[in-house]
């Protein structure tokens, strides 16, 4: 069975870009959790989407978005970049996204803001 | 403060050493307690799953939960080099809100 895929695995940016990160959960889980990474904050939780509905949000600002489609594959939006939003994306997905169960990380997207 | 906290590192220790891996939380709303181990540029990986107090053993792993005092810790007997990363609890509430440590780094030196 395929892991969880993250695209692309790096990026470069410029502040007041935009960004669009994409993740494929494993086949078969409907759950998929957005988190970001920095050496500063730790692993900080951004929004979970599940059958297409955003179900819960973590406190970031409304410039972080995200979407999932009918086929569970989920998008994240970064728009107005700004320096701090330097960090490693992960993706992590699981069947239900029930808090029993396991989540299934990507390796992440290394995003760069100059 | 933060709802999770989880002992600074780095951690150094000698191959063959036990290692103690511990985090504090002030919500009693976490049920289900995990480790996670996550290598340089990866995702993290799950090691240890808990939701009950008292311990639960997995090979040369071992996680221990204290509801009463919110304490848990990953033990880490016979320690090795292929052992060095950063090891993240994490704490999930019935709703699924997911609450993650720190982290802490460990490097097992042979």
């Known amino acids: 069975k395929a892991g969880v895929t993250q695209t692309p695995r790096y990026l470069i940016k410029t502040r007041g870009q935009q960004v669009t990160l994409s993740c494929s959960p494993i086949?078969?889980?409907?759950?998929v959790s957005w988190y970001q990474q920095t050496p500063g904050q730790g692993l900080q939780f951004l929004f979970e989407?599940?059958?297409?509905?955003?179900?819960n949000k973590g406190n970031f600002p409304g410039r972080f978005s995200g979407r999932q489609f009918s086929n569970s594959r989920s998008e994240m939006n970064v728009s107005t970049l700004e320096l701090g939003d330097s960090a490693l994306y992960l993706c992590?997905?699981?069947?239900?996204?029930?808090?029993?169960?396991?989540?299934?990380f990507g390796s992440g997207t290394q995003l760069s803001v100059l | 403060q933060k709802e999770v906290e989880q002992d600074p590192g780095p951690l150094s220790v000698p191959e063959g050493a036990i290692v103690s891996l511990n985090c504090t939380y002030s919500?009693?709303?976490?049920?289900?307690f995990m480790w996670y181990r996550q290598y340089s540029r990866k995702g993290p990986e799950l090691l240890m799953y808990?939701?009950?107090?008292g311990n639960k053993e997995d090979g040369r792993f071992t996680a221990q939960v204290d509801k009463s005092s919110k304490y848990i810790s990953l033990f880490i007997r016979d320690s090795q080099p292929s052992d060095s990363a950063t090891y993240l609890c994490?704490?999930?509430?019935?709703?699924?809100?997911?609450?993650f440590g720190d982290g802490t780094t460990l490097t097992v030196k042979p």
């Open positions: 992590a997905s699981s069947l239900e996204g029930t808090g029993e169960e396991k989540l299934f």
């Open positions: 086949s078969g889980h409907r759950s």
């Open positions: 989407y599940f059958s297409e509905t955003q179900r």
């Open positions: 919500n009693s709303a976490f049920q289900y």
């Open positions: 808990t939701y009950s107090s």
């Open positions: 994490a704490l999930y509430t019935n709703a699924g809100k997911s609450t």
